[in-house]
């Protein structure tokens, strides 16, 4: 690591190694060594690792728990065949979830990847309705991809 001379104001000095310590503490818990070899393999379309996507699914927070919820339902068979997107109305309805809470999640879950995960996308396609397809109407919707589905499936099981 290469150390650079940063002026800081006296008042500052404490505050400013406080908040190093944070960054360090916050990039090792980033880049923990994985469990196996498998668990560092790209998987999916988004750019995350099997023990990244694994952590997910094995969350227990409200965030991880919800998105899994959702997850769960857009890796069914019959949605993947489709290439369905379904918007938060239809996974409210799917999941059980009331609809403010899908909506709701998605900030949170943002927050949650940035601190915990390599991986800074979300593992699951989003777009707005109308660049899908004219019947979607001024909505987010979402889905998972075959390939997102199955790597879910893997480490859901």
Same mark, same amino acid.
């Given at each position: 690591?290469?150390?650079?001379?940063?002026?800081?104001?006296?008042?500052?000095?404490? %505050?400013?190694?406080?908040?190093?310590? &944070?960054?360090?503490?916050?990039? @090792?818990? #980033?880049?923990?060594?994985?469990?196996? =070899? =498998?668990? %560092?393999?790209?998987?999916?379309?988004?750019? *995350?690792?099997?023990?990244?996507?694994?952590?997910?699914?094995?969350?227990?927070? &409200?965030?991880?728990?919800?998105?899994? %919820?959702?997850? =769960? @339902?857009?890796?069914?068979? @019959?949605?993947?065949?489709? =290439?369905? *997107?379904?918007?938060?109305?239809?996974?409210?309805? %799917?999941?059980?979830?009331?609809?403010?809470?899908?909506?709701?999640? *998605?900030?949170?879950?943002?927050?949650?990847?940035?601190?915990?995960?390599?991986?800074?996308?979300?593992?699951?396609?989003?777009?707005?309705?109308?660049?899908?397809?004219?019947?979607?109407?001024?909505?987010?919707?979402?889905?998972?991809? #075959?390939?997102?589905?199955?790597?879910? &499936?893997?480490?859901?099981?």
């Amino acid at each position: 690591m290469e150390f650079v001379s940063v002026p800081v104001p006296s008042d500052h000095v404490m %505050a400013v190694m406080a908040f190093l310590a &944070k960054l360090d503490r916050k990039v @090792e818990s #980033r880049t923990d060594t994985p469990r196996n =070899d =498998d668990d %560092a393999q790209p998987i999916g379309t988004h750019g *995350w690792t099997v023990g990244e996507l694994r952590r997910l699914a094995q969350g227990q927070n &409200k965030t991880t728990k919800t998105v899994g %919820a959702i997850m =769960d @339902e857009l890796a069914k068979d @019959e949605l993947v065949k489709a =290439d369905a *997107w379904l918007d938060l109305d239809d996974l409210a309805e %799917a999941t059980g979830l009331a609809r403010g809470e899908v909506k709701g999640c *998605w900030g949170p879950f943002t927050n949650h990847i940035r601190k915990t995960y390599v991986a800074t996308n979300w593992p699951l396609d989003s777009e707005w309705g109308p660049v899908i397809n004219d019947s979607y109407g001024p909505v987010q919707v979402y889905r998972l991809s #075959r390939e997102d589905a199955a790597a879910w &499936k893997s480490v859901r099981d």
